[in-house]
Structures are given as C-alpha cells and as structure tokens.
C-alpha cells in the first residue's frame, strides 16, 4: 500500500498541476484503464521505467530504515 502511494504521489508531482487536472477529468468521466494508461504515458513519457525507478528507490529506502 505504501509504494502505491508513492508511485502515485510521485506521479502527480511529475505531471504537474495542468496534469492532475486533466487526470481528475478522465476519473471524473469514469474512463477506461486503457485511457488512464495512456494518459499517464503521454505526460510521462516511458511510464512504466518510471514507476519501476519509483518502487526501486522506495525498496532501497524500506531496506535502509530497517
């Protein structure tokens, strides 16, 4: 539950606040995960690199803090 938060929080934070508006429009109009996915891929060129970067570095830190 926490990397998913991080992931998403992370996410955010890349596509700025233009990109969370467009994000809370495509949830608002109840779109399709293929279209989410997409979107994220559009803002975030290389998406799934990302969110791999993203759960490497959190693993690093949850195996330094233990």
Do not use: C, H, S
Request: net charge negative.
């Amino acid at each position: 539950e926490a990397l998913l938060k991080r992931v998403f929080l992370d996410t955010m934070d890349k596509i700025g606040d233009d990109g969370v508006k467009e994000y809370e429009e495509l949830l608002d109009k109840e779109a399709k995960q293929e279209e989410i996915e997409a979107f994220f891929e559009k803002k975030i060129p290389g998406y799934n690199v990302f969110v791999r970067e993203v759960a490497e570095k959190f693993k690093e830190e949850m195996t330094k803090n233990l």
